[in-house]
């Protein structure tokens, strides 16, 4: 059996939530947008969150996103 190499894209977006909304929206614009992302921060979460709503990018269907620290927010 061959192992299948899943693509890994990392992207150093900087801390905070318009620095991730630019990034996300950076990615997801692109013809094999991810399928998920895995941010540092809560914030960086809702700026992922509101570029998939502005390009109309379904969550959970077809984007994951993955936060760390358990804000208020989140």
Known sequence: AQDSEIPINVIHAGFGLESAYNHALEALSQPNRPDAFVVLDDYMA?????????????????????????TAYC
């Not at 990018?57 to 760390?68: A, E, M, R």
Request: aromatic share 4%; hydrophobic share 50%.
């Open 46 to 70: 809702i700026g992922a969150v509101m570029a998939a709503r502005q390009l109309k990018v379904s969550i959970p269907d077809q984007l994951g996103i993955v936060s760390f620290n358990d």
